[in-house]
């Protein structure tokens, strides 16, 4: 009984510290930049590496030619690419994260708590 509540006692240690980790993570990913277009560049995106939307630019051309269909399609291509590079910048940094940790299945828990592609 003793052994078990010294490996509870243990995995809320590292419970306290992947709390830290956590928020730092965010802190520098929240930092980080990724970038994507569609159409060749007719529409850009740029995202953090929390995935939150920064930047999104329509070339004029589209505009001025009413090219709403056109627009309408290249918006939510540009969007989605750039969200799977979001995505990517959070899986390295949760390798990063989970490093040195001893819990059997952490990755894979971390990996669908924070939404990144393979746990979705």
């Known amino acids: 009984m003793l052994k078990g509540l010294a490996y509870i ?6 419970a306290q510290q992947m709390g830290g980790k956590v928020e ?17 560049g007719m529409v850009e995106v740029e995202v953090n590496g929390l995935g939150e939307v920064l930047s999104l630019t329509i070339d004029p051309t589209l505009i001025e030619n009413k090219e709403r269909d056109m627009i309408e399609d290249l918006i939510p291509a540009a969007v ?17 994260l989970t490093a040195g940790f001893d819990l059997p ?7 669908k708590f924070s939404g990144s592609p393979d746990g979705q």
């Open 24 to 40: 730092e993570m965010n802190a520098q990913l929240r930092q980080q930049r990724a970038k994507a277009n569609a159409g060749g």
């Open 105 to 111: 299945g952490l990755d894979d828990a971390l990996a």
């Open 80 to 96: 989605n690419q750039a969200i799977k590079k979001s995505h990517e910048l959070r899986a390295e940094a949760m390798k990063g």
């Open 9 to 14: 006692g243990a995995i809320m240690k590292q």
